[in-house]
Each structure stands twice: as C-alpha cells, then as structure tokens.
C-alpha cells in the first residue's frame, strides 16, 4: 500500500487555468505538508498543517490555496496559473513533532504552457 | 538568513571510491538533522536523521554521517558507493526554535556513480 499517494503524476495545463493536485497519507499522520521543487531541484516548504491546521504558510502567492479536509488529506488548489508554476510539487506527512522525518509522496509534475 | 548549505553541487565517482558530501547551517541554537536521497524520477527518501546523543548517526544502505556541532556541519559519508547510489542527495535541518514543521532543505548535490 502506497503510504503518501499523490494525484495526478502529471499535470499540463495553460496559463490562466485551476488546476488541483490531491494528496492522501494513509499512515495515521498528523502533520502534513506541500513542498515545491523547481527546476534546479531547490525543494521549498510551501504549506504545513497539523491536523487540519494550518501551521505554516510560507511566503507563497495566495493563488496557492490548501484545503484540508480531513487529517488523512490535503490537496491543493491553484488559480490563473503562471509560467513560473510549472515544478514539481511533493505531499508529505510525518508523526506529530516528527516534522522533517517525512515520508513523500512520489511528486506532481505540474507543467504549464 | 539562516541557510543550509551544500558545497558540492554535483560529484561524480567510480564505483567503490568513498564519498563524502559536505553539509552547513547556519543556525545557532538546537537543531535536527537530516539527509535525504532521491532517486532519478523518484521521491524522496529519508536516508538517516540525527536528534541527539551519538554525534556519529548510521542510515540505511551503508550511508553515515556525523554532526560536529562547533563547526555546524553534518556531512554524509559512505566508504564504497555503487552505481545504484546515483542520486540527488539532500541535506535538511529543522532548527527546533521554529517548531518540528519548520525544515530547510539544502539545495541537493548530485551523486553520479560510474560503473
């Protein structure tokens, strides 16, 4: 059984679009997060949230909107996408006060054109 | 601004050449430690971790690394890489004053193994 499970795997999309990446854990975690990786693989904490909370919310435009509406499940939510949306964004989850020893998900390939 | 820093970008061995990837923060108070690998077109994967005691941590795979507080390092050893150790490897520090959520990853150094 996949632990942290991401959909989709892939995702093209135009410009100005809406677009939702979903993310479930089925670990019993408490914590979970989005990371974004870019194109130089600089992997960045975008949101983290703490059974259903939201903990951390880094400088990210608030086209970026994570909806939490169970602790087992975070998606995320972008609107008018941009060009500079285009990276890989990872899901995470990890014990409570575990917070870096995450377990990933495989990643969305968000490509947008 | 407190950072993490990976001073090899990319490294490139032979199979059985020891390795060693080099890991800073700048943070000055308590701190957890971590090293991630991720494999090509994979996610990633927690390699080894350190909270305390033993400076001297042991991961998966043969992989090990060693916190040396004053010199605020943490770098990851392996005496012999293989060709399937070929992989993006990333350091991350969770400085405990910003709460266990808060992590910064370094910006990875790319292991390239050759058979």
């Known amino acids: 059984d996949t632990a942290v499970s991401q959909t989709p795997k892939y995702l093209v999309t135009q410009m100005g679009n809406d677009k939702s990446i979903k993310c479930e854990q089925n670990l019993g975690h408490d914590t979970m997060y989005w990371y974004k990786q870019d194109s130089k693989k600089f992997l960045k904490i975008m949101f983290s949230y703490n059974n259903k909370e939201l903990i951390i919310n880094e400088t990210v435009p608030n086209r970026f909107s994570p909806k939490s509406p169970d602790k087992a499940h975070l998606n995320l939510h972008i609107n008018s996408l941009e060009l500079g949306d285009s990276a890989v964004y990872f899901c995470?989850?990890?014990?409570?006060?575990?917070?870096?020893?995450?377990?990933f998900g495989q990643g969305t390939r968000l490509t947008v054109v | 601004a407190q950072s993490v820093s990976q001073h090899n970008h990319h490294v490139i061995l032979s199979e059985a050449a020891s390795l060693e990837l080099g890991c800073n923060y700048s943070?000055?108070?308590?701190?957890?430690l971590f090293w991630y690998v991720q494999y090509p077109g994979q996610h990633l994967q927690l390699l080894l971790k350190y909270f305390s005691g033993d400076p001297l941590v042991k991961g998966i795979k043969g992989f090990e690394a060693e916190f040396i507080k004053s010199k605020f390092s943490f770098n990851l050893r392996k005496p012999s890489v293989q060709w399937s150790d070929t992989a993006e490897y990333f350091c991350?520090?969770?400085?405990?004053?910003?709460?266990?959520?808060?992590?910064?990853f370094g910006i990875g150094t790319k292991l390239q193994v050759i058979p």
């Open positions: 943070y000055g108070g308590t701190v957890n």
């Open positions: 995470a989850s990890s014990p409570r006060d575990r917070g870096p020893e995450a377990f």
């Open positions: 991350a520090v969770n400085p405990l004053s910003g709460g266990y959520q808060k992590v910064t």
